[in-house]
Nanobody, 119 residues
């Protein structure tokens, strides 16, 4: 499975961005994906889970983004989204999309997209 993230950029605090992650792969490999997620990594910090969504549409968010970020997926387009509103300087990081297949415990990563929020 290949993941291609896009949509990052520079925005002022309080602004919005929408990240996209296009997934591509064989039908069998794509069908095994159970959970898709967004992670982020700020300079000097460990990568952290921002939000994830499973096949049933159940979503989870890290506390710091609840009420501001929304994760969604379009299965027909094999695309994952992250709508980010009311952005804060502390949201500045490289954002990575991730796909996880329970069968075989396969983990796939996209290349990352930079989000910079100025104060």
């Amino acid at each position: 499975v290949q993941l291609q993230a896009s949509g990052g950029g520079l925005v002022q605090a309080g602004g919005s961005l929408r990240l996209s992650c296009a997934a591509a792969g064989s039908i069998s490999s794509m069908s095994r994906i159970n959970v898709m997620a967004w992670y982020r990594q700020a300079p000097g910090k460990q990568r952290e889970l921002v939000a994830d969504i499973d096949k049933l549409g159940v979503r989870n968010y890290v506390q710091s983004v609840k009420g501001r970020f929304t994760i969604s997926r379009d299965s027909a387009k094999n695309t994952l989204y992250l709508q980010m509103n009311n952005l804060k300087p502390e949201d500045t990081a490289v954002y990575f999309c991730n796909a996880f297949a329970t069968v075989g415990a396969r983990n796939y990563w996209g290349q990352g997209t930079q989000v910079t929020v100025s104060s």
